[in-house]
């Protein structure tokens, strides 16, 4: 019998390597294996970079897309 399935966890693994200008993103997925690269410009933040990487491994592993963030609502000032 297998192992049980560590998908379930969705641990993703980003590596992030400067090349002149350009940033190398790595992302892998722990259960598998499966690894894709992107490359961005540095003008992106960390943040953008990783979201990048992570929908292109979801892609390579059949996954369905993430649903985009909504915008944050925050209460208004009542006079």
């Known amino acids: 019998m297998a ?3 560590n998908r379930q966890s969705g641990r993703v693994l980003f590596e992030l390597t ?9 992302a892998i997925d722990e259960a598998s294996g499966t690894e894709v690269v992107v490359i961005c410009p ?3 933040g960390q943040a953008q970079m990783q979201r990048l990487a992570l929908a292109k ?3 390579k592993l059949g996954l369905p ?4 963030a909504g915008p944050t609502v925050r209460p208004g000032k009542y006079a």
């Open 3 to 5: 192992g049980p399935d």
């Open 18 to 26: 400067q090349l002149g200008q350009q940033m190398r993103v790595a």
């Open 42 to 44: 540095l003008q992106l």
């Open 57 to 59: 491994l979801r892609h």
């Open 65 to 68: 897309p993430e649903p985009p």
